[in-house]
Nanobody
Framework: QVQVVESGGGLVQAGGSLRLSCAVS????????MGWFRQTPGKEREEISC????????YTADSAKGRFTVSRDNAKSTLYLQMDRLKPEDTAMYYC???????????????????WGQGTQVTVSP
């Protein structure tokens, strides 16, 4: 059973940076594409960035492109999200998850990923 533990969230001023981490167990991390997603109250969970298991190719949503960078350390079974130039609209609960199958990251959609953890809260003040 996949287990993930997200960490690294916090309160930051607009323009600041945070680095999120996601420790994964219960699967062969190096053989699964991974993704970051976020959710705000009253809204559906949305994709932010996904990274391929084999090539490290990645997808980043337009809302985060140029500011967020996804990476992975297979030796540590850990996924990262470097978030720079944060905006108040980035305020959300951030989650990581593993691709349901062992294929590439596509599509980077909530329904194609599982193993949801408790998330880590990111709050960006104006």
């Amino acid at each position: 059973q996949v287990q993930v533990v997200e960490s690294g969230g916090g309160l930051v001023q607009a323009g600041g940076s945070l680095r999120l981490s996601c420790a994964v167990s219960g699967l062969t991390f190096a053989e699964h594409s991974m993704g970051w997603f976020r959710q705000t109250p009253g809204k559906e969970r949305e994709e932010i960035s996904c990274i391929d298991w084999k090539t490290d190719n990645s997808y980043t949503a337009d809302s985060a492109k140029g500011r967020f960078t996804v990476s992975r350390d297979n030796a540590k079974s850990t996924l990262y999200l470097q978030m720079d130039r944060l905006k108040p609209e980035d305020t959300a609960m951030y989650y990581c998850a593993a691709k349901r199958d062992s294929g590439d990251w596509f599509p980077c959609r909530v329904n194609n990923y599982n193993g949801w953890g408790q998330g880590t809260q990111v709050t960006v003040s104006p």
